[in-house]
């Protein structure tokens, strides 16, 4: 099973880059654009870490 990793950055070019440049390199990408957008992907990708950062 391969990491996964949320990027966080406002310019699609970057994170497009970005994408290619971790998924090349075995890691699934999960990316958001805001950080509003952030917060919803990491709730929904991952509840169990979240209770354990008490975030």
Same mark, same amino acid.
């Given at each position: /099973?391969?990491? !996964?990793? #949320? $990027?966080?950055? +406002? *310019?699609?070019? $970057? &994170?497009? /880059? #970005?994408? $290619?440049?971790? %998924?090349?390199? %075995?890691?699934?990408?999960? +990316?958001?654009? !805001?950080? &509003? *957008?952030? $917060?919803? /992907?990491?709730? &929904?990708?991952?509840?169990? #870490?979240?209770? &354990? #950062?008490?975030?």
């Amino acid at each position: /099973m391969s990491q !996964t990793i #949320l $990027i966080v950055e +406002d *310019d699609m070019n $970057i &994170r497009k /880059m #970005l994408n $290619i440049a971790l %998924g090349a390199e %075995g890691f699934y990408c999960v +990316d958001a654009s !805001t950080v &509003r *957008d952030a $917060i919803s /992907m990491f709730n &929904r990708h991952y509840p169990s #870490l979240k209770e &354990r #950062l008490a975030i």
